[in-house]
């Protein structure tokens, strides 16, 4: 019964820190953007973020920014739309949302869908080529059209999925992390007008570090289990 009590406090401990208010859902369909849900960044006078007609509008690096902190493992879904042969929409996590230039990059993981057809995972203010995978991809960016996406971050291992494919588009492992926070942004240019809809952020199960792992191994080693007298 102590053994099964200590190992029971272990698990806590590591676990309880991870109870956040999920599952994020929102379809932007009410016309105001949801203060509990989201910050909204417009860190350029010519930035806004809109939501009309159904969808939010990032315009000129106009960004929604997750108000709560988020679990290490989560899954980011939705859709999006480029309008403009310059946009793009970059979509940020584990980040503590601070900047890492003058153009108001944020920091932590980056995921971008750019109108070029490009899309890659990559560290904010760093280089794709830190994931250790297939981080740097092209898709059929169509624009005006929307496209569905799913991002399934372990804590470790990170996904990239698009339009209902079963393959990821651009996957790879790195363990950066800056913070919990997750956040959506366009490119900075005046005009630029990238959309989201049916955004949703969940838990998923996290790939533990090889320490807790071997920790948890350890306590079982140390508390053998007692055979009952016959």
Known sequence: MKRLSFI??????????????LPISDDFNDGIIDSAIWNVSTPFGQ????????????????????????????EISGR???????????????????????????SGMIVEFNAGGGTFIAPG??????????????????????????????????????DGAST????????????????FYNREFSGLRAELDFVQIAAVPETLPAWVNGAFVALLLAFPRRNKAL
């Open 8 to 21: 029971s406090i272990f698990i806590s401990c590591w676990f309880l820190p991870c109870s956040f208010a």
């Open 47 to 74: 930035s806004a973020v809109l939501e009309q007609g159904g969808v939010a509008a990032l315009i000129a690096r106009g960004g929604l920014q997750t108000v709560s902190d988020l679990p290490n493992a989560i």
């Open 80 to 106: 999006f739309r480029l309008t403009h042969s310059l946009d793009n929409i970059k979509i940020a996590f584990r980040s503590d949302l601070t900047t890492t230039s003058t153009f108001a990059e944020l």
């Open 125 to 162: 203010g760093g280089s794709a080529a830190s994931v250790i995978g297939n981080s740097l991809s092209t898709y059929d960016a169509n624009l005006g059209s929307f496209h569905s996406f799913r991002i399934v971050d372990d804590g470790l291992n990170i996904q990239v999925f698009l």
């Open 168 to 183: 990821p588009v651009v996957w790879g492992a790195i363990n950066h992390r800056t913070g919990q926070r997750a956040a």
